[in-house]
């Protein structure tokens, strides 16, 4: 997910992009899926981020690209800003979920002018710091973080040496948490869990073991339903907070998630990109996916048909 201006990606990414084949240091090698002979649309090339929300949006626009409009769908696994590089050099077409990335579109809208805003997803996305739910409910106090050194020893992993861990997730994420941690001033420190999947099943061991676990998360996402985390309040946002990433002490705001596509495509007349212009649904919608993803094991292809079939009426208004 993506940051705003003032936040750091905490990724590794090549200072050169030599097509996008490549992989980032940091990230993953790109895999293109080809699922469609493209005869009325052309090729389709769509960012795979990695978490499994933006996954069910991307693979819904792309079912509905190659089954209605005929496109040559091809799926690529990248990081962010590799995934904002490719659309300079033709290899991607969009970004269907971007997380606020203010330094990003100075740089690529307002600089290169290799890419354009495509409008709301429907999505409002939340970021935060949360504890399970049994911890809530045994130590009520926790949810506010002035409370929060005097818990801090529950937290100690041999990961965190003597201080509190904060688990965050895969490193590329949006993230003000050490930052936070410092300015403050709580006993804790950042350890990154790698992945969303790994997120997940420390806040999952967390709640069925009665495990202490404080961590970083976000919504939408599928997981919520399963184990519903209670946030830790921390000071309220407000614009401008998080003005110096250095010395953020506020929460993160709420994301108006949006669409980033390539300039050469939003200019090229395919009807894929009306599609991405039209594409918006709920968060619930994108959970729903995600779950037939990540829970019940179903391939994102099959997860999408699924959706589709159920909600026809939604995919037509993006098609009229």
């Known amino acids: 997910m993506a940051r705003g201006r003032t936040k750091h990606l905490r990724m590794v990414v090549l200072t050169a992009v030599v097509g996008l084949g490549l992989a980032a240091c940091g990230g993953g090698d790109i895999e ?9 649309c052309g090729k389709f090339d769509i960012a795979i981020n990695p978490w499994v929300g933006y996954e069910a949006s991307a693979h819904v626009v792309g079912y509905v690209a190659r089954t209605e409009l005929g496109c040559d769908v091809e799926y690529k696994d990248v990081k ?28 690529y809208i307002e ?5 354009q805003e495509a409008g709301s997803t429907g999505n409002i996305g939340v970021i935060g710091w949360y504890v399970p739910p049994w911890m809530a409910e045994q130590y009520p106090d926790i949810t506010d973080y002035k409370n929060l050194n005097k818990y801090a020893d529950m937290f100690k992993t041999s990961e ?4 509190g861990q904060l688990l965050d997730g895969d490193p590329s994420f949006v993230t003000n948490d050490e930052a936070l941690v ?19 099943q ?9 495990k202490p676990l404080i961590g970083y998360f976000y919504d939408p996402q599928w997981f919520m339903a399963e184990v519903p985390l209670v946030k830790i309040d921390l000071p309220p946002y407000e614009d401008g907070c ?11 705001p709420e994301y108006d998630l949006d669409k980033i596509v390539a300039t050469d495509f939003a200019e090229s007349g395919s009807p894929a990109y009306d599609l991405v212009k039209a594409f918006n649904w709920t968060n619930e919608d994108q959970n729903v996916v995600a779950k037939y993803i990540a829970e019940d094991g ?18 037509d208004a993006w098609l009229k």
């Open 298 to 315: 179903m391939a994102p292809e099959d997860a999408a048909e699924k959706w589709v079939k159920d909600n026809q009426d939604k995919v």
């Open 160 to 163: 965190s040496g003597g201080q």
């Open 80 to 107: 962010e800003e590799i995934a904002w590089q490719g659309m300079g050099n033709d290899e991607i077409d969009v970004v269907i979920e971007n997380w606020g990335h203010e330094d990003l579109k100075e740089k």
């Open 111 to 115: 600089g290169t002018k290799t890419a």
């Open 242 to 252: 998080d003005a110096d990433p250095e010395k953020v002490a506020c929460d993160y």
């Open 182 to 200: 410092k300015n403050l001033d709580l006993d804790y420190k950042v350890v990154y869990a790698g992945s969303e999947a790994a997120l997940i």
């Open 32 to 40: 293109s899926a080809d699922t469609g002979n493209g005869a009325d």
């Open 202 to 210: 420390a806040f999952r061991q967390a709640e069925e073991n009665k």
